[in-house]
């Protein structure tokens, strides 16, 4: 069994130069968000900025533009309606909040057709898939897609355990060339190749909002360069870590996801300064 550590993440985290630009550590993409639930755009933006991206383009709801101008004022805001030019992004993360309507499911497709960069399917793009399987064969290689286990079910059938939906995700990865990251207590990433066991986080995640926060952490992370595979295991590693670190204002019952986002500094400096 290989379990994520705080060693094996420390080893991953690339140093920042010090003379480096905003350029340099790559524009996010991000599709969220819909007239009701404009939390989950702004949960992934913060997460995703907070998570050391250079650039973040946030794509609403016209009508809901002002929301993530207002209180995510260092991303750019590009409207739904607009046909978006994929051009000069450099990691996509898809579907928190964004509506599982016959307009949502054309842009998604549109997305996994055009885009040459790397992707990350959450939460209603996960829907729009399962509801069409055809659409699997749509997605790119090396897509991370990050279905909790009720979404995993819908994709690809009821399990009875854990363990059965395990075997099943090695099955799927391996067929669609994929990764998935398999949440819940104790969070799976797995590739064609390979399974890792997260060893952090706390039952304070399990409220709406976490979700969100991880897609905007991986799509961050993409957007730096990192590999897929490396991406979902430094984000999965440090989503749980810094609800850890948040037990230390808040309990399980009152922690917020917005609380542990305020924690993503302390969390980089915990790995970092490991022995």
Not at 161 to 174: D, F, L, P, Q
Request: aromatic share 6%.
């Amino acid at each position: 069994m290989n379990l994520l550590t705080n060693n094996e993440i420390k080893s991953c985290l690339k140093q920042r130069e010090l003379l480096s630009n905003k350029s340099d550590h790559g524009h996010a993409f991000i599709i969220a968000g819909r007239k009701g639930v404009m939390g989950s755009a702004v949960i992934a933006a913060r997460s995703c900025l907070r998570s050391g991206v250079g650039l973040l383009t946030v794509c609403v709801p016209v009508e809901e533009r002002n929301i993530v101008q207002n209180t995510v004022p260092e991303a750019m805001v590009l409207m739904r309606e607009d046909d978006p030019n994929l051009e000069g992004f450099s990691a996509i993360g898809i579907g928190p909040g964004m509506g599982t309507d016959e307009a949502s499911e054309e842009r998604l497709v549109s997305m996994l057709v055009q885009s040459r960069v790397p992707l990350v399917l959450d939460a209603d793009a996960l829907t729009i898939i399962a509801r069409n399987k055809k659409r699997f064969g749509c997605i790119p290689e090396n897509t991370i897609i990050t279905p909790h286990t009720g979404e995993f079910d819908r994709l690809f059938g009821v399990h009875k355990t854990n363990e059965a939906r395990i075997k099943t995700a090695r099955i799927k990865a391996a067929e669609y060339r994929i990764m998935i990251v398999l949440k819940g207590p104790e969070t799976a990433i797995i590739s064609a190749g390979e399974i890792w066991y997260n060893t952090t986080g706390n039952a304070g995640l399990a409220k709406g909002g976490s979700g969100d926060a991880l897609t905007g952490i991986i799509t961050s992370f993409l957007a730096q360069g990192y590999d897929p595979i490396i991406a979902a295991k430094i984000a999965v590693y440090f989503h749980g870590l810094a609800a850890d670190l948040t037990l230390n204002q808040q309990s399980m019952e009152s922690m917020l996801i917005t609380d542990v986002i305020e924690n993503f500094g302390k969390t980089f400096e915990m790995i970092r300064n490991s022995v």
